[in-house]
């Protein structure tokens, strides 16, 4: 039986970095009972740590593996890959451009742990899959093109590295890491060599490639050594599985799955996630796989409690900025869109792929005004045509001089075979004027021109910029341009166009600019609207999960800002 002393952070006299990590870990549990100023301190000079209960549940099950007879624990093979990274690779981004690669304490504890756990019985390695789930921006390409080099130089002969994401171009970032590690250690070629298909190592004949979704032939590799990039984005698991399949030949061969959290529900990393979930916690038993998460407790700690940040940020204030997730945590309290994406990529707090986009908070104030304030101004118009047989919207858009506040005029048309539908009140929306009914089953789209007409003949409110979001009602178009020469061009209904329109329609409802005459059929549909966001951080109105809420009121307001947007400057001028 190895033996194991926590008090020395030794292992058979050999220092070891899982129980200088795990130690420091169970004091930063206890830093409650310090002041924050002592705690930050404490921090800083390395005395403490600060992770989350699933990581910290990980170094405990770690440290209880090392009394199990059926591993042994051997620590040279992890710090010669240290001794090779520290000595031999270079930073390659800015501002730490060609400074020495000096592993942090978290970077060092991984790599040991990955390599020192071997069978008694066969004296292989014993881990064959890492997840390290961990937030942006905490050097996880880095480290894993550092690991990477290591074992491109220090390996075995013959060895197949890949670098795999969803895409070449997130392929590219380890592997353009990697490379500009070799360049830097081997700018004469001497010992590798790099073309289009890959990078060499010209003694041991390993070699380096990139596997993503538009790679042919994925089969039929041989791959001992794999990092897989962004995995959150993946919706299947043709590409790790192909990886693993390659490496079913190998006695010891390494898949490493490095990943923030994402916004595919039910994907690929939910599956890995809950399987290692289970792993993790002993509800099923799976010697080969490690699960490396940097995770929260929970949402509510990210907003009050700057000290667990290090929890899903292990290189906070090393390459991670704090001012950087200040300024990110105020935008997330201010916007929804921000709150999701920050949540999810920096905190690594799994988002629904629907979320409710706007609070009732949000549009629950006093919200009238007299049309005459109107007679004979300018406005913006949008359309959302949705389907034939659908409720549709139509709005106009009006502001004042030297005014932020937008003035919202709405009229919404229904097919008169829908009045007695469940999903809401039509007939006395329709019986107020909120609605206007359509007979038969299709919307008379020539309706929502008289109501254009209306508007101009009863009111003079004349039509600036008018947009809808598609092209397919040519009929409509035309009628609109012929009887009221008005334009109708199209807004493309994607995240491009629509995510800083919806997210300046948000701050405009908290700020209570948005003046909709308390209409119940706009609130309703502001309500059902949900958002989603990309990994860009690009956000755009979807339907929540119940398919009878409509959101075509919200998608005409995001239409109109997405107009007013563009033609800002010429309507002010105007008015």
Request: proline share 3%.
């Amino acid at each position: 039986m190895t033996n194991v002393n926590l008090c020395l952070n030794t292992i058979n006299n050999e220092h070891s970095y899982l129980l200088e990590y795990y130690n420091k870990a169970k004091k930063g549990v206890d830093s409650s009972q310090y002041p924050v100023v002592d705690i930050k301190t404490l921090i800083n000079n390395g005395e403490i740590v600060i992770i989350g209960h699933e990581l910290l549940t990980c170094l405990e099950n770690l440290v209880e593996d090392l009394k199990n007879p059926d591993y042994y624990y051997d620590i040279s093979v992890a710090d010669f890959r240290m001794e090779f990274i520290e000595t031999f690779c270079r930073h390659t981004k800015s501002p730490f451009y060609g400074k020495p690669f000096l592993l942090e304490l978290w970077e060092k504890t991984l790599i040991e742990v990955i390599y020192s756990f071997r069978w008694v019985e066969t004296g292989l390695r014993r881990f064959k899959k890492v997840i390290l789930l961990i937030g942006r921006k905490n050097g996880k390409s880095a480290i894993c093109g550092a690991l990477s080099m290591s074992e491109f130089m220090c390996g075995n002969g013959g060895a197949d590295l890949i670098c795999s994401s969803n895409d070449d171009n997130q392929a590219s970032i380890i592997y353009d890491e990697i490379n500009t590690m070799r360049e830097i250690f081997d700018p004469k070629e001497k010992r590798t060599h790099k073309n289009q298909k890959g990078i060499f190592n010209l003694l041991n004949k390993s070699s380096i490639k990139k596997l993503s979704d538009r790679t042919r032939n994925k089969e039929g590799r041989n791959i001992d050594f794999a990092v897989l990039d962004e995995s959150h984005e993946m919706k299947d698991n043709i590409i790790a599985k192909s990886i693993e399949q390659s490496q079913s030949t190998k006695d010891e061969p390494l898949f490493i799955n490095i990943t923030t959290e994402g916004f595919v529900n039910d994907g690929y990393l939910d599956e890995e996630l809950t399987y290692a979930r289970e792993v993790l916690n002993g509800e099923r038993e799976d010697p080969d796989i490690l699960p490396w998460l940097y995770t929260q407790d929970s949402e509510e700690e990210v907003f009050q409690d700057r000290i667990s940040w290090y929890k899903s940020n292990p290189n906070l204030g090393i390459c991670k900025k704090e001012s950087y997730l200040v300024s990110q945590i105020r935008n997330a309290q201010a916007k929804k869109g921000d709150r999701v994406f920050v949540l999810a990529k920096d905190f690594n707090i799994k988002q629904t792929s629907a979320t409710r986009w706007l609070d009732a908070s949000d549009i629950e104030y006093d919200s009238t005004f007299n049309i005459e304030d109107f007679r004979g101004c300018f406005g913006f118009s949008a359309t959302d045509l949705s389907e034939t047989t659908d409720l549709t919207s139509s709005k106009v858009l009006l502001m004042k001089p030297n005014s932020n506040k937008k003035y919202i005029l709405s009229k919404y048309f229904i097919p008169e075979s829908k009045l007695d539908s469940k999903e809401a009140p039509y007939r006395e929306w329709v019986d107020v004027g909120y609605v206007d009914k359509c007979e038969g089953n299709d919307i008379d789209y020539s309706k929502i021109t008289q109501w254009h007409e209306e508007l101009w003949k009863k009111y003079k409110i004349r039509v600036f910029k008018a947009g809808c979001d598609k092209w397919n009602a040519k009929y409509w178009r035309k009628e609109m341009d012929e009887k009221l020469d008005i334009d109708v061009e199209n807004v493309p209904m994607d995240k491009y166009t629509l995510s800083n329109p919806m997210k300046l329609v948000e701050a405009d409802f908290k700020d209570e600019l948005i003046i909709f005459n308390n209409n119940p059929v706009d609130r309703w549909c502001f309500r059902n609207t949900c958002l989603k966001v990309d990994k860009d951080g690009l956000i755009y109105p979807i339907k929540s999960s119940d398919v009878t809420q409509r959101i075509d009121g919200a998608v005409t307001l995001i239409i109109l800002y997405a107009l007013l947007k563009r033609y800002k400057t010429e309507y002010m001028n105007i008015i």
